[in-house]
């Protein structure tokens, strides 16, 4: 026997590694009571950390569709994916490659808005093809869709006018292409 | 029929003779059906060792353990037990009465959420909201429990719901879910690899866990290690899976295990983890754990791989399906059994140097190794044993020496003191032919002492073996050896008195405190027709050796 066709074990590597980026895990899981519990009781049992997290209907009334990222720096991804899909309830889980996947969250932001500001906001809105959804006599309301830097962006920008409140959706996401 | 009595079909039909549990307001209308149905409730006098018993019941025999209990504070008795199962991957399906739907969020008389309570330390769980999915829930949960990594189902049943008429057919197919399909066959190409690397190896070690025995894979995992005269050690909860008597059995790993299982670890240049876990009471120090080896990895359970140890060929799968293609992949390599050569008399160096051993005690003494020999000795060393947590449970593991399979009944991830006494009279239900010992501490056995009344009045004659050295041992030898001596809360003092407390039981009650005659004493209380109890004062400061500190390496064993 020739050893050459043999596995040299100091060939031998380990797959255990932080990817060290931001991750969009799209879960499938049964639209049933307690499912989101589940999945919450096992991020915080395990010590892992949700970023976003957003939660909804899908085409099919018996599936709802669970997004979440989280910091792939931080928690190994693998680890996180084979514990969910412990969960009888988990049906399906794509850690969605971030080049082919659209991901969008949305914001609404109340800025206070004294005449004298009223046109730069409304001057940022058009360029961050955002939206005045309401607007009383001293604040506005703006709506903004699209990704989550893209949003950062604009809060920076209105917040030098006075932002009141603010509030964000967790990230949605679906990929590319047509499977 | 009634909901009550369709899930009792329901259990028949998936095999179910015995169930082990305690009535209450909101499970009446399920003991209302047992009293028809063909099958044995053994009623425990608690529910946590309901729980426990079932899980004994599973492991003694590879069924499917069945406890039920009430709502409320039934239902929460029950979460030990099931946190236990949950940690040692026991197939038990828990009932748990629930108050009326109209009365559920209302806090309720005996309202507890048992269904958030134990959602971390379940396999599954359902809330019935609807009657005649009750059957339906008793055949999936049988299931999930049963198959892939074994574990704990709790179904939760309101009262009122027990109650409706519903239409129940038994299923003629196998349960099917969309989210629950365990990987059972392994890769070829991964088991290819494994064998590869394995022929390569100078310095191999098996190491195997509980998951071997669960797959019954004690056959298979026999024939493997005969491929080549593999090193193999076992985990507290896989002993028995691979003869003590072998010529290749190391003893125990980890925090009491041999020095030569460690060290063999230690120095190992490949290991192979077998439906084990890499517990911390493996590994002790895991920057330190096995620093020379390479990891293949087998599990069921594919969120094993690499979740405490890197493992470099990962094999998911079931032990008994993958081992025996690892073995004719091995084999077709022809390797030279001569290159173990060298790694044999190194560990055998360890085995003449390190042998398992204890300072003999003085004229009369009984040192609490020497009574796990004498159990050896009467029980002819094939007994179905139970234990408790502490000093007892690693000295039965370390000196019992089991050789074949389902015969080490213990707590081992959670750790529950109390567990052995009610596992045993699970085991012995379910193998009623077999002799079954409790082999327990004085400081563990009070804790489900009540038991004894359920041994008496449903007639399960175990016997218990209490090594009674008057102090909660383990702590006591921690507080010694890492707290300066300062004692705290572990001496038991003189109460109870076990012999009388075991005739108020109605058990026999014995006592042993002279060595000469130990071997007798432990055989009449066998003999005894009935549950029996021979209390039996050990030597009470004597430490467990050898031992890994907490969070040190294999290397830095002491005693």
Known sequence: M???ELIRLEDLQASRTLSGRKHVLSILVENRPGVLARVAGLFSRR????????????????????TLTLDGAVHPIDQVTKQLHKLINVLKIRDMEPSETVAREMALFKVSAAVENRAEIVQFAEIFRAKIVDVSRRALIVEVTGSHDKIGAFESMLRPHGLLEMVRTGEVALTRGGD | MRAADAMMEALRAEGVDHIFGIPGGANLPTYDAIVGADLRHVQARHEQAAGHAAEGYAWASGRTGVAFGTSGPGATNLVTAIADA???????????????????GTDGFQEADIVGITLPIVKHSVMITDAAQIPVAIHEAFHIASTGRPGPVLVDVPQDLSKEEITYEPPTSPVELAGYRPNTEGNSKQIRIAAKALANSKRPVIYTGGGVIKAEASAELREFCAADRFPVTSTLMGLGAFPSDDPAWLGMLGM??????????????????????????????LSEFAPNAKFIHIDIDPAEISKNVPVHIPIVGDVAKVLPKLTREYQALQTDPSRLDGWWSRINAWQDEYPLTYEPGSEGE??????????????????????????HQMWTAQYYGFNKPRRWINSGGLGTMGYGLPAAIGAKVACPDEQVVCLSGDGSLIMNVQELATAVNEDIPVKVFLMNNGFMGMVRQWQELFWDGNYSGVDNGPSPDWVKLSEAFGAKGLRCDDSADLDEMMQATLDHDGPALLDVRVSPRENCYPMIPAGSAARDMVG
């Open chain 2, 366 to 391: 009984i040192k609490p190794q020497a009574m796990i020999q004498a159990m050896h000795r009467v029980t002819g060393g094939d007994a179905i044993i139970t234990s408790d947590v502490g000093q």
């Open chain 2, 86 to 104: 949950m940690m040692d991957s026991v197939p038990v399906v828990f009932v748990t009465g629930q108050v009326r739907t109209d009365l559920i």
């Open chain 2, 256 to 285: 009491h295990g041999t020095r030569s299982a460690n060290y063999s670890m230690d120095e190992a240049d490949l290991i192979v983890a077998i439906g084990a876990r890499f517990d911390d009471r493996i590994t002790g120090k």
């Open chain 1, 47 to 66: 010590g892992f950390n949700i970023d976003t997290l957003a939660v909804g209907p899908t085409d099919d009334a018996n599936v709802s569709r669970i």
């Open chain 1, 2 to 4: 020739g050893t050459s």
